[in-house]
Protein backbone atom coordinates (compact mmCIF):
# COMPACT_ATOMS: atom_id res chain seq x y z
CA UNK A 1 0.00 0.00 0.00
CA UNK A 2 1.32 3.36 -1.13
CA UNK A 3 1.57 6.18 1.27
CA UNK A 4 -0.47 9.66 0.11
CA UNK A 5 1.44 12.14 -0.58
CA UNK A 6 1.68 14.98 1.53
CA UNK A 7 1.41 18.90 0.52
CA UNK A 8 3.04 21.31 1.83
CA UNK A 9 0.83 24.21 3.25
CA UNK A 10 0.97 26.97 1.09
CA UNK A 11 2.01 30.00 2.19
CA UNK A 12 -0.69 32.14 0.94
CA UNK A 13 -1.32 34.46 4.51
CA UNK A 14 -1.26 38.12 4.01
CA UNK A 15 1.64 39.30 5.46
CA UNK A 16 1.97 40.94 8.94
CA UNK A 17 2.04 44.15 9.68
CA UNK A 18 3.72 45.78 12.80
CA UNK A 19 1.52 48.14 15.21
CA UNK A 20 4.34 50.46 15.18
CA UNK A 21 4.01 50.23 11.35
CA UNK A 22 0.49 51.25 12.00
CA UNK A 23 0.98 54.20 14.61
CA UNK A 24 3.38 55.91 12.42
CA UNK A 25 1.26 56.07 9.45
CA UNK A 26 -0.91 57.48 11.36
CA UNK A 27 1.11 60.24 12.45
CA UNK A 28 2.25 60.52 9.21
CA UNK A 29 -1.47 61.17 8.48
CA UNK A 30 -2.16 63.33 11.22
CA UNK A 31 0.72 65.53 9.97
CA UNK A 32 0.03 66.17 6.19
CA UNK A 33 -3.73 66.93 7.05
CA UNK A 34 -2.22 69.38 9.69
CA UNK A 35 0.24 71.09 7.08
CA UNK A 36 -3.09 71.11 4.42
CA UNK A 37 -4.87 73.19 7.10
CA UNK A 38 -1.67 75.35 7.40
CA UNK A 39 -1.71 75.76 3.41
CA UNK A 40 -5.51 76.62 2.84
CA UNK A 41 -5.45 79.06 6.23
CA UNK A 42 -4.79 82.29 3.71
CA UNK A 43 -7.57 81.75 1.94
CA UNK A 44 -9.81 81.58 4.24
CA UNK A 45 -8.86 85.45 4.87
CA UNK A 46 -8.86 86.66 1.33
CA UNK A 47 -10.49 89.96 2.21
CA UNK A 48 -8.96 90.97 4.74
CA UNK A 49 -5.24 90.19 3.48
CA UNK A 50 -6.76 92.65 0.06
CA UNK A 51 -7.39 95.33 2.79
CA UNK A 52 -4.59 95.28 4.97
CA UNK A 53 -1.89 95.32 1.92
CA UNK A 54 -3.96 96.69 -0.83
CA UNK A 55 -3.04 93.73 -3.77
CA UNK A 56 -5.52 92.88 -5.90
CA UNK A 57 -6.77 89.09 -6.76
CA UNK A 58 -3.85 88.07 -9.05
CA UNK A 59 -2.04 88.93 -6.61
CA UNK A 60 -3.82 86.71 -3.90
CA UNK A 61 -3.82 84.40 -6.39
CA UNK A 62 0.25 84.56 -6.89
CA UNK A 63 0.04 84.22 -3.07
CA UNK A 64 -2.00 81.36 -2.93
CA UNK A 65 -0.79 79.56 -6.02
CA UNK A 66 2.74 80.82 -7.38
CA UNK A 67 4.47 81.46 -4.06
CA UNK A 68 3.82 78.23 -2.46
CA UNK A 69 3.22 75.64 -5.34
CA UNK A 70 6.50 76.70 -7.74
CA UNK A 71 8.75 75.61 -4.37
CA UNK A 72 6.38 72.89 -3.21
CA UNK A 73 7.00 71.49 -6.60
CA UNK A 74 10.90 71.60 -7.61
CA UNK A 75 12.08 71.64 -4.31
CA UNK A 76 11.04 67.77 -3.88
CA UNK A 77 13.53 66.78 -6.52
CA UNK A 78 16.39 67.40 -3.91
CA UNK A 79 15.11 66.74 -1.21
CA UNK A 80 14.66 63.01 -2.54
CA UNK A 81 18.40 63.33 -2.68
CA UNK A 82 18.52 63.68 0.88
CA UNK A 83 15.64 61.35 1.79
CA UNK A 84 17.87 58.42 0.55
CA UNK A 85 20.97 59.83 2.75
CA UNK A 86 19.88 61.43 5.54
CA UNK A 87 17.56 60.34 8.77
CA UNK A 88 14.36 60.94 7.52
CA UNK A 89 12.70 61.16 10.66
CA UNK A 90 14.88 64.14 11.42
CA UNK A 91 14.08 65.38 7.85
CA UNK A 92 10.38 65.18 8.78
CA UNK A 93 10.59 67.15 12.16
CA UNK A 94 12.64 69.51 10.03
CA UNK A 95 10.17 70.18 7.80
CA UNK A 96 7.45 70.49 10.05
CA UNK A 97 9.51 73.24 12.17
CA UNK A 98 10.31 75.04 8.58
CA UNK A 99 6.68 75.11 7.60
CA UNK A 100 5.34 76.29 10.96
CA UNK A 101 7.88 78.97 11.72
CA UNK A 102 6.79 80.52 7.84
CA UNK A 103 3.34 79.54 8.96
CA UNK A 104 3.36 81.83 11.99
CA UNK A 105 5.41 84.39 10.38
CA UNK A 106 2.51 84.94 7.89
CA UNK A 107 0.96 87.13 11.17
CA UNK A 108 4.20 89.58 11.27
CA UNK A 109 4.16 90.65 7.43
CA UNK A 110 4.04 94.02 6.57
CA UNK A 111 4.41 93.91 2.88
CA UNK A 112 3.29 91.82 -0.17
CA UNK A 113 6.66 90.82 -0.55
CA UNK A 114 7.11 89.40 3.22
CA UNK A 115 4.21 87.52 3.04
CA UNK A 116 5.03 85.83 -0.74
CA UNK A 117 8.39 84.85 1.03
CA UNK A 118 6.93 83.72 4.10
CA UNK A 119 4.49 81.57 1.35
CA UNK A 120 7.54 80.07 -0.13
CA UNK A 121 8.71 79.23 2.86
CA UNK A 122 5.79 76.96 3.87
CA UNK A 123 5.88 75.23 0.32
CA UNK A 124 9.42 74.40 1.49
CA UNK A 125 9.04 72.82 3.95
CA UNK A 126 5.86 71.17 3.37
CA UNK A 127 7.67 69.59 0.79
CA UNK A 128 9.71 67.84 2.99
CA UNK A 129 6.92 65.46 4.17
CA UNK A 130 6.07 63.53 1.07
CA UNK A 131 9.15 61.56 -0.23
CA UNK A 132 10.43 61.29 3.81
CA UNK A 133 6.73 59.38 4.72
CA UNK A 134 6.76 57.60 1.16
CA UNK A 135 10.07 56.29 1.85
CA UNK A 136 9.61 54.91 5.74
CA UNK A 137 6.16 53.87 4.37
CA UNK A 138 7.91 51.60 1.70
CA UNK A 139 10.26 49.65 4.40
CA UNK A 140 7.64 49.71 6.88
CA UNK A 141 4.92 47.57 5.07
CA UNK A 142 5.47 44.65 2.24
CA UNK A 143 4.43 45.53 -1.14
CA UNK A 144 0.63 43.99 -1.31
CA UNK A 145 -0.21 46.34 1.64
CA UNK A 146 1.57 49.42 0.16
CA UNK A 147 -1.90 50.42 -1.58
CA UNK A 148 -3.90 50.61 1.74
CA UNK A 149 -0.62 52.51 3.21
CA UNK A 150 -1.00 55.14 0.66
CA UNK A 151 -4.60 55.49 0.81
CA UNK A 152 -4.20 56.17 4.58
CA UNK A 153 -1.68 58.41 4.52
CA UNK A 154 -3.70 59.98 1.20
CA UNK A 155 -6.88 60.64 3.78
CA UNK A 156 -5.26 63.47 5.22
CA UNK A 157 -5.11 65.17 2.20
CA UNK A 158 -8.85 65.23 1.92
CA UNK A 159 -9.13 65.48 5.76
CA UNK A 160 -7.27 68.81 5.80
CA UNK A 161 -9.26 69.86 2.73
CA UNK A 162 -12.61 69.42 4.59
CA UNK A 163 -11.62 70.54 8.06
CA UNK A 164 -10.33 74.16 6.13
CA UNK A 165 -13.38 74.34 4.18
CA UNK A 166 -15.78 73.88 7.83
CA UNK A 167 -14.43 75.80 9.91
CA UNK A 168 -13.42 78.74 7.46
CA UNK A 169 -16.37 80.31 8.47
CA UNK A 170 -16.14 80.06 11.89
CA UNK A 171 -12.44 81.20 12.05
CA UNK A 172 -13.53 84.62 10.47
CA UNK A 173 -16.19 85.03 13.18
CA UNK A 174 -13.85 85.08 15.94
CA UNK A 175 -10.56 86.94 14.28
CA UNK A 176 -13.08 89.83 14.63
CA UNK A 177 -13.87 89.38 18.28
CA UNK A 178 -10.48 87.96 19.27
CA UNK A 179 -8.04 90.44 21.67
CA UNK A 180 -5.06 91.38 19.89
CA UNK A 181 -1.46 90.04 21.21
CA UNK A 182 1.35 92.80 21.67
CA UNK A 183 4.63 91.35 21.06
CA UNK A 184 7.85 93.94 21.71
CA UNK A 185 9.21 95.57 18.86
CA UNK A 186 6.75 93.99 16.34
CA UNK A 187 3.74 95.59 17.70
CA UNK A 188 0.18 94.40 17.79
CA UNK A 189 -1.31 91.03 16.15
CA UNK A 190 -4.91 91.36 15.40
CA UNK A 191 -7.98 89.97 13.51
CA UNK A 192 -6.56 87.15 10.70
CA UNK A 193 -3.21 87.48 11.86
CA UNK A 194 -4.20 86.43 15.21
CA UNK A 195 -5.82 83.32 13.63
CA UNK A 196 -2.94 82.25 12.02
CA UNK A 197 -0.62 82.64 14.70
CA UNK A 198 -2.70 80.35 17.39
CA UNK A 199 -3.00 78.00 14.54
CA UNK A 200 0.88 77.22 15.00
CA UNK A 201 0.68 77.55 18.96
CA UNK A 202 1.96 74.12 20.67
CA UNK A 203 1.98 72.79 16.66
CA UNK A 204 5.31 72.03 16.28
CA UNK A 205 6.34 70.61 19.48
CA UNK A 206 3.43 68.08 19.12
CA UNK A 207 4.20 67.44 15.74
CA UNK A 208 7.89 66.63 16.81
CA UNK A 209 6.99 64.53 19.51
CA UNK A 210 4.86 62.30 17.62
CA UNK A 211 7.18 61.94 14.65
CA UNK A 212 9.86 61.70 17.00
CA UNK A 213 8.78 58.34 18.45
CA UNK A 214 8.78 56.64 15.11
CA UNK A 215 12.15 55.52 15.66
CA UNK A 216 14.20 55.57 12.47
CA UNK A 217 16.44 52.50 13.52
CA UNK A 218 13.85 50.20 13.93
CA UNK A 219 12.22 51.38 10.09
CA UNK A 220 15.88 51.36 8.13
CA UNK A 221 15.79 47.53 7.09
CA UNK A 222 15.06 48.01 3.51
CA UNK A 223 18.12 45.91 2.58
CA UNK A 224 18.08 43.70 5.59
CA UNK A 225 18.57 39.77 4.16
CA UNK A 226 15.19 38.77 5.88
CA UNK A 227 13.56 41.28 3.74
CA UNK A 228 15.23 40.89 0.85
CA UNK A 229 14.38 37.33 1.48
CA UNK A 230 10.39 37.90 2.15
CA UNK A 231 10.31 39.98 -1.19
CA UNK A 232 11.68 37.31 -2.93
CA UNK A 233 9.26 34.27 -1.45
CA UNK A 234 6.59 37.02 -2.31
CA UNK A 235 7.41 37.60 -6.07
CA UNK A 236 7.76 33.75 -6.14
CA UNK A 237 4.19 33.38 -5.14
CA UNK A 238 2.82 35.92 -7.51
CA UNK A 239 4.43 34.40 -10.88
Request: charge should be positive; hydrophobic fraction near 50%.
Amino acid sequence: MSATPTTAPSSTAAPTVSGHAWYALGIFMACYTLSYIDRQILSTFVDPIKMDFGVTDAEVGMLQGLAFALFYTFIGLPLGYFVDRTNRRNLIVMGVLVWSFFTASCAFATSFNALFISRMGVGIGEATLGPAAFSLMIDMFPRQRMGVASSVFYWGNLLGAGLALLIGGAVREAAATMAPWNFPVLGAVTGWRRIDLDAEIGGPGAHQHLVARTQERRLRHRHHPLRLLRDAQQDHQLT
